[in-house]
């Protein structure tokens, strides 16, 4: 027993040694984004850090509204990246980025599992209590377009789930747990696992994507620079590549 | 012994140490009662996201709390008592949820009992029964992380048992069941209730497993935990109101049972 504990304590120390030092001497740019800026921002941190190889860019991704609450809690972020306008603006608000800047947008898909095994076809089918429908939680950005789409299409969605981010929701359509589903175009896109079916044409949810350099950033100029390459055209050809449409 | 009383001062080290750990619990509590806006309490405790979440997770914290008793205890017995070959790997697998993040635990009770799930598929295939997204679902998922807790007790009080009590009953003609029955689980009484309040408090705090296993949908699957995700992401007085309500519950339960309960048989 003693030689058992004496053996982890030791085991820790040596693992928080190990982080402690960590052999990195790049600076560091802790990027907040929303989760369904995902893929997308994993491919430009590897372009960006390729490009800046003295710049280690942490992303932290996470459903906006659960940024916004670490950024207003004093987190020390350099940029965020928010999946909607107004989550931007409660951090303008805050005091914690003074400026704002559109840098991609999106679209809305009903999202299936693939083989479509419930014959889903239009948004109406939203609307049949014998299909497990999810959608976000009304409390994060897909949630709230989502809803706006059906209030478009007047058809009261009979919900089984409201997840707590978009990535959670494309998780129970990829395993089949879930009938329908309201995502992101780009999520359709990067899951080999769902299909998409296109909302009806006068269906009009604008989704507009805003980058800021948070005002209490620790490298206000890495901050800057990452933020420069996101708007840059190799920035925006790889989030084109995942689907977002310009802002 | 037990008429001398020693008069020394408590050694300083042990109350130093002893305080931190105290404060521990202690401040997060206190940031909680500074940010509760207490005008607005009665409002936002009565609204109906609150009393559904808080109706529901009473019913699935409770049942949880006894379907773990009702498979626990003979489980706990069975690790006790019976010498089997894996029993150790049995025992490892059964306490794995108390390490487990609840998200995992949550998806692989998805993987098994979802509906493309190893048995959730045939069952649904043949019944058209489905436990996601339904209250079972929340209280499979209960059950999951909590039971652990009281199969982990029950084992350890039975281990410890004098077994002369039961052997005497055997000798007297009792079958192994009664022995249980009549012997057993008397002795380990205090026992099973620490375990079962412990399973129960462990079910109404779940989260995890619950949000990925049976989703989130007010009145239906969405606990008093679920609700407090949902609302500090929208509006933090509600969030830290639903949170009061929580921790007062299980306060007021935990308190009550401590009296009740574990006065006897323990030296509290």
Same mark, same amino acid.
């Given at each position: 027993?003693?030689?058992?504990?004496?053996?982890?304590?030791?085991?820790?120390?040596?693992?928080?040694?190990?982080?402690?030092?960590?052999?990195?001497?790049?600076?560091?740019?802790?990027?907040?984004?929303?989760?369904?800026?995902?893929?997308?921002?994993?491919?430009?941190?590897?372009?960006?850090?390729?490009?800046?190889?003295?710049?280690?860019?942490?992303?932290?991704?996470?459903?906006?509204?659960?940024?916004?609450?670490?950024?207003?809690?004093?987190?020390?972020?350099?940029?965020?990246?928010?999946?909607?306008?107004?989550?931007?603006?409660?951090?303008?608000?805050?005091?914690?980025?003074?400026?704002?800047?559109?840098?991609?947008?999106?679209?809305?898909?009903?999202?299936?599992?693939?083989? +479509?095994?419930?014959?889903?076809?239009?948004?109406?089918?939203?609307?049949?209590?014998?299909?497990?429908?999810?959608?976000?939680?009304?409390?994060?950005?897909?949630?709230?377009?989502?809803?706006?789409?059906?209030?478009?299409?007047?058809?009261?969605?009979?919900?089984?789930?409201?997840?707590?981010?978009?990535?959670?929701?494309?998780?129970?359509?990829?395993?089949?747990?879930?009938?329908?589903?309201?995502?992101?175009?780009?999520?359709?896109?990067?899951?080999?696992?769902?299909?998409?079916?296109?909302?009806?044409? +006068?269906?009009?949810?604008?989704?507009?994507?805003?980058?800021?350099?948070?005002?209490?950033?620790?490298?206000?100029?890495?901050?800057?620079?990452?933020?420069?390459?996101?708007?840059?055209?190799?920035?925006?050809?790889?989030?084109?590549?995942?689907?977002?449409?310009?802002? | 012994? $037990?008429?001398?009383?020693?008069?020394?001062?408590?050694?300083?080290?042990?109350?130093?140490?002893?305080?931190?750990?105290?404060?521990?619990?202690?401040?997060?509590?206190?940031?909680?009662?500074?940010?509760?806006?207490?005008?607005?309490?009665?409002?936002?405790?009565?609204?109906?996201?609150?009393?559904?979440?808080?109706?529901?997770?009473?019913?699935? $914290?409770?049942?949880?709390?006894?379907? $773990?008793?009702?498979?626990?205890?003979?489980?706990?017995?069975?690790?006790?008592?019976?010498?089997?070959?894996?029993?150790?790997?049995?025992?490892?697998?059964?306490?794995?949820?108390?390490?487990?993040?609840?998200?995992?635990?949550?998806?692989?009770?998805?993987?098994?009992?979802?509906?493309?799930?190893?048995?959730?598929?045939?069952?649904?295939?043949?019944?058209?029964?489905?436990?996601?997204?339904?209250?079972?679902?929340?209280?499979?998922?209960? *059950?999951?992380?909590?039971?652990?807790?009281?199969?982990?007790?029950?084992?350890?009080? /039975?281990?410890?048992?004098?077994?002369?009590?039961?052997?005497?009953?055997?000798?007297?003609?009792?079958?192994?069941?009664?022995?249980?029955?009549?012997?057993?689980?008397?002795?380990?009484?205090?026992?099973?209730?620490?375990?079962?309040?412990?399973?129960?408090?462990?079910?109404?705090?779940?989260?995890?497993?619950?949000?990925?296993?049976?989703?989130?949908?007010?009145?239906?699957?969405?606990?008093?935990?679920?609700?407090?995700?949902?609302?500090?992401?929208?509006?933090?007085?509600?969030?830290?109101?639903?949170?009061? *309500?929580?921790?007062?519950? $299980? /306060?007021?339960?935990?308190?009550?049972?401590?009296?009740?309960?574990?006065?006897?048989?323990?030296?509290?």
């Amino acid at each position: 027993m003693r030689n058992g504990v004496a053996t982890l304590a030791a085991f820790t120390i040596v693992l928080l040694l190990s982080s402690c030092s960590g052999g990195d001497d790049r600076e560091t740019v802790l990027v907040m984004a929303a989760s369904s800026l995902t893929d997308a921002f994993i491919e430009i941190e590897t372009a960006f850090e390729a490009a800046n190889p003295e710049i280690d860019v942490q992303l932290n991704l996470a459903g906006s509204a659960s940024l916004l609450e670490q950024i207003v809690q004093g987190a020390p972020a350099d940029v965020f990246a928010s999946a909607n306008a107004s989550t931007m603006q409660a951090v303008v608000d805050a005091g914690a980025a003074n400026t704002s800047t559109p840098f991609a947008g999106n679209t809305l898909q009903i999202a299936v599992p693939l083989g +479509n095994p419930a014959n889903v076809s239009d948004i109406a089918d939203l609307a049949d209590p014998d299909l497990l429908v999810g959608l976000c939680g009304e409390q994060v950005p897909c949630g709230q377009f989502a809803r706006q789409a059906l209030d478009q299409a007047g058809v009261v969605a009979s919900i089984d789930t409201n997840e707590g981010d978009v990535r959670a929701l494309v998780t129970k359509l990829e395993a089949g747990e879930l009938d329908a589903g309201i995502v992101y175009a780009t999520d359709v896109i990067a899951s080999p696992e769902i299909e998409g079916i296109a909302l009806p044409a +006068n269906i009009d949810v604008a989704i507009t994507y805003p980058i800021a350099v948070l005002t209490d950033s620790p490298n206000p100029d890495l901050a800057r620079t990452f933020f420069d390459f996101v708007l840059s055209a190799r920035g925006q050809a790889l989030l084109a590549d995942a689907g977002f449409i310009a802002p | 012994m $037990s008429g001398r009383r020693i008069r020394q001062r408590a050694p300083w080290q042990l109350v130093a140490l002893g305080s931190i750990g105290a404060a521990v619990f202690v401040l997060p509590l206190v940031g909680l009662i500074t940010r509760t806006p207490w005008s607005r309490l009665g409002e936002l405790v009565a609204s109906d996201v609150v009393v559904d979440a808080l109706k529901l997770s009473l019913l699935t $914290s409770v049942l949880a709390a006894f379907i $773990s008793l009702l498979l626990g205890v003979p489980l706990a017995w069975v690790l006790a008592r019976i010498n089997f070959p894996g029993r150790h790997i049995v025992r490892a697998i059964v306490t794995l949820p108390m390490v487990l993040p609840p998200v995992v635990g949550g998806a692989a009770l998805l993987f098994a009992l979802g509906r493309r799930g190893v048995i959730g598929e045939p069952i649904n295939d043949a019944t058209g029964f489905l436990l996601p997204f339904s209250v079972w679902g929340v209280v499979v998922a209960n *059950v999951f992380v909590a039971m652990p807790f009281l199969v982990v007790t029950v084992e350890g009080a /039975l281990r410890n048992l004098d077994g002369r009590h039961e052997a005497a009953a055997a000798t007297l003609g009792a079958s192994r069941l009664t022995v249980f029955r009549r012997i057993t689980l008397p002795m380990i009484s205090p026992s099973l209730r620490a375990g079962l309040v412990l399973a129960w408090a462990r079910a109404l705090g779940e989260f995890g497993a619950t949000v990925t296993f049976a989703g989130n949908l007010q009145g239906r699957t969405q606990t008093l935990p679920l609700a407090v995700f949902v609302a500090l992401e929208q509006d933090r007085d509600t969030a830290v109101a639903i949170s009061l *309500v929580l921790v007062a519950v $299980s /306060l007021a339960v935990l308190l009550l049972l401590r009296d009740r309960w574990w006065s006897h048989g323990s030296t509290s």
